[in-house]
C-alpha cells in the first residue's frame, strides 16, 4: 500500500498537482480510515487530502483511475496490505486474465443482436449495473484489444463506439419513448426525455473508456498508461496546441478566473483609495479644534483606471489566443475605464462595438470571428499593413491614459514590418505592451520579427496559457 | 474508537439524511474523515449549493451546538477571536483609584485586569472553550483579505488560541469546523494545506429530485422530477449564472402555490425570473425552452 500511495503521488506531481509534503502525509493517514474496497469513498477521501483546486480533479481522477482501477469490490483484491508494486502488477495481470476468459466469454455467448437489445434495455430503464456490465461485454466483443499493441484507448474507445452505434440507439430509445407515452409528448417534453437518455449513453461511454483503461492498465502497466494520459492543467494548456476538449476547459476555467481577477483588483483599488495627507485641507479644518489637526483630511486619489485598446492578430494559429485574451478583457471591462479593440490579419478592423450592449461575451467573439472585416490581399499576416493603416485610422484614439496591447506572434509572412508605429504609439500611450504565445525558444527564428516590435514596447511577454495570461492582466490594473 | 463520532461512510450520509440534507458520496465521505482525521474542511463551490447549510446539517445531525462566524471584508482579530472589555476595566481601575488607601497592589491589578472577567470572546475563542459539543463555522472565508487569514492558522491546525497576556488555551475538544468559500479569491496555499478540501458542484440530476421533495412540502413526485429535469437541462446553456438549488427550491415552491401539476413550456418561461437573475439569462432560456426538441 505504501508502495502504491508514493508511486500515486509522485504521478500527481508529475502531473503538475502542487502535492505538499503535509498533504502527501495526510493522505497516508486518510487510507488507514477509508477501506480501499470502498473506492468512491477512497477517491473522495483522497481528493479532499490531495487536490485544493477543483480544475485540478480532472486530472487528480485520471491518475486515480489508473492506479486504482483494478481496485474495487468486483475485483477482489489480494489482502496483502504490503503489496509492492511487482506484486502488484501480476496480481494485475492475472485479473487481465480472469477478466478476458469472463468477459470474453460473455461476449461470445452473446451475438450482436442480444447485446444490442440487452444494451437498449439497460439504458430504457436506466440500470446503472446493467449499463456497466454492458460496457464491459462491448468492450470484450468490438475493441479487439490485445496485449502488447502499441495502440492508443481512443483507438479502442473508436472501435467500441462505433459498433454500438449509439446514435441511432437514441432515435430507437426516443420512438419508443414516444410510442408508449399516454399523450403525444410536448416539445418540452421531448428535450427532456431526450436530455435524460444522452445522460445515460454519456454515463455509458465513461463506463466504456473505464473498462478500456482498466484492460490497458493491466496490459501494459500503471506508469506506463499514468504517462501516456498525462495531460497539462487547464491553465497550462498551450494555447496554440488546444485540443477542442481542451479549449472547452479553458473556456471554462476563464469564467472563475474573471471573478477571481475581478475581485482582486476591485480589491487593489480600493486600498489604494485613501489618497495622500492633504495638509492645506488638514490645517484648515484644524482651525474649528483650536489648531490641534483632529480632523486629518486626504487627498482624493486620481482615477487609476486605465485605457486599453488591444490591438489582436486573429489569424490562424493564434486566433484561439486572441479571443481568450478578448474574452478576458471584455469579463473585465468594469476595471477599466474604457477598452477599444482591433483586430487584423493583412487588413485590419475595429470590433469594439460588437462587444458594446453585448452582455454575452461568448457570443461577441463568435462574432469578431464572423464579422470582422480583416482581409485585405490574401488572408496571410501582414503585420506592417494592418499596423499602418491601424495608425492612419485610429492613431488619435492614443492618449497619455491607454495602455496599447498588441496581441500576436509577430509572424510576418517577410512584409515590411513598419514598426515605426509601435514607436509613435509608445510616445503618445502610458504603456505598449506586446503579448506572443508562442514559447519564447521560438521568437526571432523564421520570419517572426517580434524584437524589432519589442524594441518599441514597454514589455513583451510570452502569454502561452492562462496562467500567464492571468498573471499579465493582474500587473496591468 | 469511542471519540469517533461516525461509523463509518454510509451513516454519515444516512445521518444527514435524517435532518433533511441530502449528501452524495463525496461530502459524506469528507465529513467522515474530517472527524477520523481532526482536521477542518474548506468547502468550495458555487453559491446556493448547500455549503453553510452543511455546517448546520452536521451540528444538528451530531447534537453540536453551532458557533458561526460570518466572514467579512474588514474582519479583525476584536471580532473574531476576544477583545479585552475596555469599559469595564476602565471602571475596575476608577473604583481602585477612588478606594485607593495606599494599599493596592497594582501588580495584582494588572492581573486581574485581563483575567478571564474582562475577557470578550468571539466565535473562535468561544469553539475552542466550549465544553459542549461544538461545530465551528467560518461562513465565506473568501471575504476577509488574505492578511486576515493569519488569525485562523493556530486554531485550524493546533485548535488553540494564543493569548499574549493568559498563555495559551487548548480546546477542550476537537470541534468539527468548516470554512465555507464562494470562490472569489485564491485562499492561501497555509490556510488550504491545513484543510480537506471538498468542492460541492450542483446537484445531479437525482440528488436535486430528492432535495426538492424533501424540502418543499406538498410537492408531488412527478412535478419534482420535472423539476430537476429542466434545472438540468438549463444548466447545460452557457449563462452568466446557473440557477442554484436555493433557486431550484423557491422555484419548486412557487410551482406548487400556484397548483401545477406538472409544467408545460409556457408556465416554465413565465415563471424563469425566479430560477435565473440576469434578463438575459432569462431571455437565453427561454429561447432554448421553446425551441422545437433537437
Ligand atoms: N444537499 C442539500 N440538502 C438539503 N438542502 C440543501 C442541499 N443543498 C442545498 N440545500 C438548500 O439550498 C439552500 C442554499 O443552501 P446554502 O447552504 O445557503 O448555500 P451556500 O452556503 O452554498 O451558498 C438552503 O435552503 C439549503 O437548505
Ligand atoms: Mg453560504
Known sequence: MLDLMSGFIVELRNAGLPVSLTENLDAMEAVKHIPIEDRSAFKYALGATLVKNASHWRAF?????????????????????????????????????????????????????????????????????????MARAAVGKYA???????????YYLYRTLRNLDLDSLLEKLMDETEAQAPAPLTDLERRLEREEFESRIDH?????????????????????????????????????????????????AIQPLTRKLAARLARKRRNKR???????????????????????????????????????????????????????????????????????????????????GQEDITKAVHRVNTEADVVWVDGHSDYGHAFEVFWDNWSREI??????????DARNNYHSTNSWVLKEAAKKARHVFWLNPEPRSYWDTGDSVISEYGTYCDGVFECRNLRQLESFVDHLA | MADHRFGDVASVRDELKEVEYLADEGIASVVFLADRLQKPILVEGPAGTGKTQLAKSVAEMTGSRLIRLQCYEGLDEAKALY???????LLRI???????????????????????????????????????????????????????????????????????????????????????????????EALKRRCLFLHIDYPQMDREKEIVLTKVPGISENLADQVARIVRSIRQIELKKAPSVSETLDWARTLVLLGIESIDADQARETLHILLKYQTDIEKAAKELAVEAR
Open chain 2, 94 to 188: 476608577q473604583a481602585e483609584k477612588a478606594s485607593d488607601d495606599g494599599s493596592t497592589d497594582w501588580d495584582q491589578l494588572h492581573d486581574d485586569l485581563f483575567s478571564d472577567e474582562f475577557l470578550m470572546t468571539r466565535p473562535l475563542l468561544e469553539a475552542i472553550r466550549a465544553e459542549d459539543p461544538v461545530v465551528l463555522l467560518i461562513d465565506e472565508i473568501d471575504r476577509v483579505e488574505v492578511e486576515t487569514e493569519a488569525l485562523l492558522l493556530e486554531i485550524l491546525s493546533d485548535y488553540q488560541v494564543s493569548i499574549p497576556e493568559l498563555g495559551t488555551m487548548e480546546a477542550r475538544q476537537i470541534p468539527l469546523v468548516f470554512l465555507t468559500s464562494n470562490n472569489t479569491r485564491e485562499l492561501s
Open chain 1, 144 to 154: 479487439g484489444m490485445e496485449p502488447g499493441r502499441p495502440v492508443g484507448g481512443t
Open chain 1, 61 to 133: 481522477e485520471t491518475v486515480f483511475e489508473v492506479y486504482f482501477s483494478m481496485r474495487g469490490p468486483q475485483y477482489r483484491l489480494p489482502d496483502d496490505d504490503q503489496l509492492s508494486e511487482d506484486e502488484l502488477e501480476r496480481w494485475m495481470q492475472q485479473q487481465m486474465e480472469g477478466m478476458r476468459d469472463r468477459s470474453g466469454g460473455a461476449g461470445d455467448d452473446m451475438s450482436p443482436e442480444e447485446l444490442a437489445e440487452m444494451l437498449y434495455r439497460a439504458l430504457m430503464r436506466g440500470d446503472e449495473a446493467m449499463t456497466r456490465a
Open chain 1, 204 to 252: 455509458l461511454k465513461q463506463e466504456i473508456e473505464a473498462e478500456i483503461r482498466r484492460r490497458l492498465v493491466a496490459d501494459r502497466g500503471v506508469e506506463a498508461m499514468a504517462k501516456t494520459l498525462r495531460k497539462p492543467l487547464p491553465e497550462d494548456v498551450d494555447f496554440m496546441h488546444a485540443s477542442r476538449e481542451e479549449m472547452v476547459a479553458i473556456r471554462k
Open chain 1, 399 to 408: 492618449n497619455p491614459k491607454s495602455t496599447v496591447i498588441f496581441l500576436g
Open chain 1, 274 to 356: 485613501r489618497g495622500p495627507l492633504d495638509f492645506r485641507s488638514t490645517v484648515r479644518a484644524s482651525l474649528s479644534y483650536g489648531g490641534v489637526p483632529a480632523d486629518p483630511r486626504f487627498r482624493y486619489p486620481r482615477p487609476h483606471k486605465p485605457e486599453l485598446i488591444v490591438v489582436a492578430d486573429i489569424s490562424g494559429s493564434v486566433a484561439a489566443f486572441a479571443r481568450f485574451t478578448l474574452h478576458l478583457v471584455y469579463a473585465l471591462q468594469g476595471q477599466f475605464s474604457k477598452v477599444r479593440s482591433f483586430v487584423f490579419i493583412d487588413g485590419i478592423d475595429e470590433v469594439t462595438h460588437m462587444f458594446r
Open chain 2, 83 to 89: 477583545e479585552w472589555n475596555y469599559k469595564k476595566q
